[in-house]
T-cell receptor, first 117, second 114 residues
Framework: DSGVTQTPKHLITATGQRVTLRCSPRSGDLSVYWYQQSLDQGLQFLIQYYNGEERAKGNILERFSAQQFPDLHSELNLSSLELGDSALYFC????????????????FGPGTRLTVL | AQKVTQAQTEISVVEKEDVTLDCVYETRDTTYYLFWYKQPPSGELVFLIR??????QNEISGRYSWNFQKSTSSFNFTITASQVVDSAVYFCALTDNQGGKLIFGQGTELSVKP
């Protein structure tokens, strides 16, 4: 058990709908990362938050957005869903993020499997 | 741009065989970090090791060992005396000293047969 929790574990929805994925980082971790794992794209970085602020963006679609709340949990919002959005979405957290000083390894949650029908 | 290549898509071995998973990376950064993660059939991603670019010492942890060679931009992972429980997809990943995002290779699916 990594200490990172994600809900829900599975989500089945229809095209055009909007869903919210939730992540709670390990106790004390300030950085939260979101990744998408699909068969054709592999594991891809979406977005990073550090202590409530957005720090880095990857190939995240405009239909997707995220935020990190004062209690450090994070939510990933996916809207106008398409069939191609079906994937496993991971949240990860790490202890520190200090530019120029490195950072610690990321610990991953169990993932949310999204199926868009 | 940063890139990680795991040329071996699938490897199949018989229990107790040794197996090496290859990882080659590209980066222009002088300081960077390399990782290996394991994804068993249950789907979670399990952290195995982190290596800093300025530390080329090889590491051994039980049946696992890692060979980091900056000269060839490689960070290979060897499992000695493989077991059925080692069956999983193994990912090599790279990040820089700034953003923290992980760049993953495509993964190597290891199947260990009894």
């Amino acid at each position: 058990d990594s200490g990172v929790t994600q809900t829900p574990k599975h989500l089945i929805t229809a095209t055009g709908q909007r869903v919210t994925l939730r992540c709670s980082p390990r106790s004390g971790d300030l950085s939260v990362y979101w990744y998408q794992q699909s068969l054709d794209q592999g594991l891809q970085f979406l977005i990073q938050y550090y202590n409530g602020e957005e720090r880095a963006k990857g190939n995240i679609l405009e239909r997707f957005s995220a935020q990190q709340f004062p209690d450090l949990h994070s939510e990933l919002n996916l809207s106008s869903l398409e069939l191609g959005d079906s994937a496993l979405y991971f949240c990860a957290s790490s202890a520190t993020y200090l530019p120029g000083q490195g950072y610690n390894e990321q610990f991953f949650g169990p993932g949310t499997r999204l199926t868009v029908l | 741009a940063q890139k990680v290549t795991q040329a071996q898509t699938e490897i199949s071995v018989v229990e107790k065989e040794d197996v090496t998973l290859d990882c080659v990376y590209e980066t222009r950064d002088t300081t960077y970090y390399l990782f290996w993660y394991k994804q068993p059939p249950s789907g979670e991603l399990v952290f195995l090791i982190r290596r800093n670019s300025f530390d080329e010492q090889n590491e051994i942890s039980g049946r696992y060992s890692w060979n980091f060679q900056k000269s060839t931009s490689s960070f290979n992972f060897t499992i000695t005396a493989s077991q059925v429980v080692d069956s999983a997809v193994y990912f090599c990943a790279l990040t820089d000293n700034q953003g923290g995002k992980l760049i993953f290779g495509q993964g190597t699916e290891l199947s260990v047969k009894p």
